[in-house]
Nanobody, 128 residues
Framework: QVQLVESGGGFVQAGDSLTLSCAAS????????MGWFRQAPGKGREFVAG????????HYADSVKGRFTISRPNAKNTVYLQMNSLKPEDTAVYYC?????????????????????WGQGTQVTVSS
């Protein structure tokens, strides 16, 4: 069982930056593709960014492309989401997720249903 713990959320002004962290408990974490999702009030959960287990591939939702960066430094059981130029519409609970089944080192998993493990979420609020 993999436990994921997000941190780094908070209340910021439009245009500010935040970095979210997702720490994993398992040694095999480095074999898992990872993703960040978010859920705004009254809306469904949506894909934000993903990274392959090798770290060689990334993919972003159009709404965050050019502003957010997902990374997973070698030898660390942590995935980061650097968020720049934040907008009020980025306000949501942000979740990280891990997929235990994808073995292709360059595949980024973007489908919520494919992920097996989820964190508890961290709130990001962006004020205008």
């Amino acid at each position: 069982q993999v436990q994921l713990v997000e941190s780094g959320g908070g209340f910021v002004q439009a245009g500010d930056s935040l970095t979210l962290s997702c720490a994993a408990s398992a040694r095999t974490f480095t074999d898992y593709p990872m993703g960040w999702f978010r859920q705004a009030p009254g809306k469904g959960r949506e894909f934000v960014a993903g990274i392959s287990w090798s770290g060689r591939s990334t993919h972003y939702a159009d709404s965050v492309k050019g502003r957010f960066t997902i990374s997973r430094p070698n030898a660390k059981n942590t995935v980061y989401l650097q968020m720049n130029s934040l907008k009020p519409e980025d306000t949501a609970v942000y979740y990280c997720a891990a997929d235990r089944d994808e073995r292709n080192p360059i595949v980024v998993v973007t489908t919520e249903a494919q992920y097996d493990y989820w964190g508890q979420g961290t709130q990001v609020t962006v004020s205008s």
